[in-house]
């Protein structure tokens, strides 16, 4: 059975790829600062900072994919793309899968187009955060093919803002925001969960970067 462990765990993408990838049988185990309020039967959960070396090689060391959800705002600005590089390490020596969640900021606004980020109207104040997670992916496109990694961007329209409802359904595409026939780019928290649940159940994007959306 697949070990699958996922940092940030009890946060909001953490949370939903926990429980689609435990409704498909996967072996999860949960890694954040905190407990969380409601645990998911079946799920083992841990506590500690996975930037912390010790903690890193841990969670490496015990799982066949790992996924980083942890997001870098707050005072985890920064530090999510120093931890996440040393887990790029440590998941390269030992042969683990590395998953990254990261915005949709670095995509596409359309084929040929800026970058999201790059866009009239994109808040400022989440500027920092869609930096450093573009930071990550050109960290990972950087690297050899000593490291079997994915980087993960929800479509624009993702968050606990707007949970949404589990259709059981998506599409995938690659640096281009997806949107639907309306324009919008939206993805329910379960559905992005599915998509990465299915992705670890049977991989289908390796070296590269993919959205979610419907």
Do not use: N
């Not at 999201?116 to 050899?144: C, I, K, N, S, W």
């Not at 980087?151 to 949107?179: H, K, M, N, Q, W």
């Amino acid at each position: 059975m697949t070990r699958l462990a996922v940092i940030g765990g009890t946060g909001y993408a953490g949370g939903h790829i926990i429980e689609q990838a435990k409704a498909k049988g996967i072996d999860v185990v949960s890694y954040s600062r905190t407990r969380p309020e409601t645990p998911i039967d079946g799920v083992e959960y841990r506590t500690g900072d996975f930037t912390d070396e010790k903690v890193a090689s841990e969670i490496v060391a015990d799982a066949d994919v790992v996924v980083v959800t942890a997001a870098p705002r707050g005072d985890m600005l920064g530090r999510v793309e120093t931890g996440t590089a040393q887990l790029a390490d440590l998941a390269a020596a030992s042969g683990t899968r590395l998953f990254v969640v990261g915005g949709a900021g670095s995509l596409r606004a359309y084929e040929g187009g800026p970058l999201v980020f790059d866009t009239e109207g994109f808040p400022e104040p989440v500027q920092p955060e869609a930096r450093e997670a573009a930071r990550m992916l050109d960290a990972l496109r950087e690297r050899g093919d000593d490291l079997d990694w994915c980087y993960i961007s929800p479509a624009a329209g993702f968050g606990s803002f707007a949970p949404g409802e589990a259709r059981g359904t998506y599409r995938t595409g690659g640096d281009v925001l997806v949107t639907d026939e309306a324009g919008e780019s939206f993805i329910s928290g379960a559905d992005f969960g599915l998509a990465i649940a299915d992705e670890v159940a049977t991989p289908a994007h390796r070296g590269t970067r993919f959205t979610v959306a419907y």
